[in-house]
């Protein structure tokens, strides 16, 4: 399966324990979104990273939250000391980042804070 | 900022019922326009898009045309069916100063199809 594939796909945690997500991109892109999605709601853009470097993280919270896209492996979604309110599905997306690449989406991670 | 409005839900429609979820756009720069597609407890599938004005999306008998004159980006299908039930998104994708091209998501139309 050469797809976005993302890891797992349900976390549960309680509050202030630590989350991390996985993200694999599709086979020849070196560019990952991530993206949270609220219960009835649409997708937030949270980071952008090509490998070892983050390019745009305007859209992660503060605090708590970290992202890498280290030279080998996958994209990781840091979250630390959980609270209820990151209950939601996190979403991955790869490009190839050529201009306005289409994005390929991951199943993503439905995290639930107990 | 940028930004999508589209057409709230839920939407009901009888199989073989004319399609039409609406949606517009706010952009500082050239943006491309996408629908997704998302089916329960799945990520998002690539609908269609359209990355100048004029141009024409369309697969799987969908189909949207990028109207520059009016920021829209409506979605059309002439005749649905009940396998087309989930959750449609229209985004818009522009270089946002960072070198990054984010989607920017409207809140999602619900479409429900009934035989």
């Known amino acids: 399966n050469a797809g976005v594939m993302q890891n797992p796909r349900h976390l549960v945690r309680r509050r202030g324990q630590e989350a991390r997500l996985r993200c694999s991109p599709m086979?020849?892109?070196?560019?990952v979104y991530w993206y949270r999605q609220l219960p009835e709601e649409g997708l937030k853009f949270m980071v952008y990273?090509?490998?070892?470097?983050?390019?745009?993280e305007s859209g992660m919270p503060k605090e708590r939250f970290s992202a890498e896209f280290p030279k080998e492996g996958p994209s990781i979604l840091r979250i630390q000391q959980v609270v209820r309110g990151d209950s939601a599905a996190y979403f991955c997306a790869s490009s190839s980042g050529r201009g306005q690449e289409t994005q390929y989406f991951g199943p993503g991670t439905r995290l639930l804070v107990l | 900022g940028d930004s999508v409005t589209q057409m709230e839900g839920p939407v009901t429609l009888s199989e073989e019922a004319f399609l039409t979820i609406n949606c517009t756009y706010t952009a500082t720069g050239y943006p491309s326009l996408f629908w997704y597609v998302q089916y329960p407890g799945e990520g998002l599938q690539l609908l269609l898009k359209a990355t100048k004005a004029d141009d024409k999306g369309s697969n799987k008998g969908f189909e949207a045309t990028y109207r520059k004159e009016t920021t829209s980006f409506h979605l059309e299908k002439g005749s649905v069916q009940v396998s087309d039930s989930a959750v449609y998104f229209c985004?818009?994708?522009?270089?946002?100063?960072?070198?990054?091209?984010?989607?920017?998501f409207g809140k999602g139309t619900k479409l429900s199809v009934i035989p």
């Open positions: 985004a818009l994708s522009d270089e946002s100063g960072a070198g990054s091209y984010q989607l920017t």
């Open positions: 990273l090509q490998k070892e470097n983050i390019i745009d």
């Open positions: 086979k020849g892109h070196s560019h």
